[in-house]
């Protein structure tokens, strides 16, 4: 089956670091990309969608410039989290969709797990 | 705006036995699809199985099932023949037209030996 990446799987870093995690469609190209957010026993929040060569759209109370999204190619798409704040500290997980359009299977990655001091 | 309600945050089975987690939904869109994933102490978001909103026929994937009400909005899971393994964070989720996922809060799932 279509497997997604992200790198790193966790990462510390201090406040005020800009912080970058990658997701990656192994084996497919994926068109669109999307990017959750997970705080501790509460569910996935949808952060923002990712097409490749335009920019990110952006879900409501979610800061595009806080949360920068670059979506370079057919297989790669990046979030930095910008002048990290202990509160940005969460689990982010990233899912890649296979290009045909709706109706095609999403794949999550494993997540990054981020912990600001 | 689309949600997803999941009204029991756990619940325990015995292994082997059959248990039925509940969903409901609102949505005033005809075309959708919904899914059940599961979450294991990894992290990692497994689909479980997956129904689109034009089929009446209720999704089967080996032991889990759905039943699919699409009048009422109801999207249950039923795992069959519970196992160790099934012990996990299960999560309900819409997919709209413009193929956001919106997730239930989830349930947790115990499963007693």
């Known amino acids: 089956g279509a497997v997604v990446s992200q790198h790193p799987s966790w990462v510390i870093c201090k406040s005020g670091t800009s912080v970058k995690i990658e997701c990656r469609s192994l084996d497919f190209q994926a068109t669109t990309m999307f990017w959750y957010r997970q705080f501790p026993k509460q569910s996935l929040m949808l952060m923002a969608t990712s097409n490749e060569g335009s920019k990110a759209t952006y879900e409501q109370g979610v800061e595009k410039d806080k949360f920068l999204i670059n979506h370079a190619s057919l297989t790669l798409s990046t979030l930095t989290v910008t002048s990290a704040h202990p509160e940005d500290s969460s689990f982010y997980i990233c899912?890649?969709?296979?290009?045909?359009?709706?109706?095609?299977?999403?794949?999550f990655g494993p997540g990054t797990r981020l912990l600001v001091l | 705006a689309q949600t997803v309600t999941q009204s029991q945050p756990e619940m325990s089975v015995q292994e082997a036995e059959t248990v039925t987690l509940s969903c409901t939904y609102d949505?005033?869109?005809?075309?959708?699809?919904l899914f059940w994933y599961k979450q294991p102490p990894s992290r990692q978001m497994i689909l479980v199985i997956r129904q689109e909103a034009y089929k009446q026929q209720n999704a089967t994937e080996n032991r889990f099932s759905v039943n699919f009400q699409k009048a009422a909005k109801s999207f249950s899971l039923k795992i069959s023949d519970s196992q160790l393994g099934d012990a996990a964070m299960y999560f309900c989720a819409y997919r709209n037209r413009d193929d956001k996922i919106i997730f239930g809060k989830g349930t947790r799932l115990h499963i007693l030996p």
């Open positions: 899912s890649a969709r296979v290009t045909g359009g709706f109706g095609e299977t999403q794949y």
């Open positions: 949505t005033s869109e005809s075309d959708y699809y």
